[in-house]
């Protein structure tokens, strides 16, 4: 079953949100394990943004988890970010292509 976490978050630092996500997309390449994932910004709520994470399973998503570089990203992340992330883990029950 595909599993999907959302993780909200606000920062006034959103470039070096991206710098610090293309670093965890390169030194991963080869054992990360989400299959898509988009980076949204909220239009009501100045600085907030949430990534929208798909996994095949959920097993693959604590296996991502459980990877150094996604430790190190969470951390660097918790740096520039204005307080703690929200997150959701959401397995997949119906899913369309519209």
Not at 32 to 39: D, S
Not at 84 to 95: A, Q, Y
Request: charged share 30%; proline share 5%; aromatic share 10%.
């Amino acid at each position: 079953m595909k599993f999907v976490q959302t993780i909200e978050f606000r920062t006034s630092r959103y470039d070096e949100v991206e710098a610090i996500m293309s670093e965890w997309e390169s030194s991963t390449a080869s054992t990360h394990t989400p299959t898509r994932a988009w980076t949204t910004r909220d239009r009501e709520r100045d600085d907030v943004y949430v990534q929208i994470v798909e996994f095949p399973s959920y097993e693959d998503a604590m296996r991502n988890s459980e990877l150094p570089e996604t430790a190190a990203f969470a951390q660097k992340m918790m740096a520039i970010c204005d307080g703690p992330p929200t997150f959701r883990n959401l397995d997949v029950v119906r899913e369309l292509e519209l």
